[in-house]
């Protein structure tokens, strides 16, 4: 295929994700009340959510039906993109392509799920209680409420991909076990600055959480270099 031919092969499977993207949105969208009763089921029992805009909830209702009709159809999307990119891989390449979209596609699952049943249960508690001042009364709005949510899920997704990321850098010869081994004490220090960052709650019990997972993938993934360098 030419240059012109992959492009408009790139763009024909953009249409493709784009339309199923608007459709499972659509079909989203029509399922309001099961799709905030899964938004809004971390949310601490006596924190009560109001909104202050007279159109916020209805955009807030349609960029959340978007969100949700992207993760919806998130396999076709990346079924996708490993059909434009296998072409012109060897079977080799395929395969290893193939596992480690689909092992970065489950840890970004699990760092989400992760999240969302034990984290961010415990910072909205915390965040939502939060007073410098007995004269200061918190009234959470819905647009923080799901700002919160969708950034921590965001991130703890992104940091689970660490061993797709390191795999990739040892299979281009950047990374090494022996580094990762040697700077292993510094880790734990990023990790934990990390989980402090992600859960500002002051509570060693929701770092611990936080940063017990991050370390082991860091663990697994000097396991995965190693074997990688073999």
């Given at each position: 295929?030419t240059f012109w031919e992959h492009l408009d092969e790139l ?23 099961p799709l905030f009763a899964i938004i809004l089921r971390p ?188």
């Amino acid at each position: 295929m030419t240059f012109w031919e992959h492009l408009d092969e790139l763009r024909r499977r953009l249409w493709y994700v784009l339309l199923a993207t608007l459709v499972a949105a659509v079909a989203c969208f029509c399922f309001k009340e099961p799709l905030f009763a899964i938004i809004l089921r971390p949310k601490p029992a006596d924190m009560v959510l109001i909104n202050v805009e007279l159109t916020q909830q209805f955009l807030i209702h349609m960029r959340v039906a978007l969100w949700a009709g992207l993760i919806v159809v998130s396999p076709y999307v990346l079924y996708q993109f490993f059909a434009f990119v296998a072409p012109g891989l060897y079977a080799v390449e395929r395969r290893a392509t193939l596992r480690a979209v689909a092992a970065g596609y489950l840890l970004f699952l699990a760092g989400v799920a992760l999240n969302y049943f034990i984290i961010f249960p415990f910072t909205a508690r915390f965040l939502g209680g939060y007073q410098v001042s007995p004269d200061v009364q918190n009234t959470i709005t819905l647009s923080s409420y799901i700002d919160v949510l969708g950034v921590m899920s965001l991130v703890l997704g992104v940091v689970f991909e660490l061993p797709v990321l390191c795999w990739l850098l040892a299979k281009i010869g950047v990374l090494r076990a022996q580094f990762m081994r040697r700077y292993r004490r510094h880790a734990v220090v990023v990790i934990l600055i990390l989980g402090a960052v992600i859960t500002p709650t002051g509570d060693p019990f929701t770092l611990a959480l936080v940063s017990l997972p991050i370390y082991l993938l860091w663990e697994v993934s000097i396991l995965i270099v190693k074997h990688v360098e073999k």
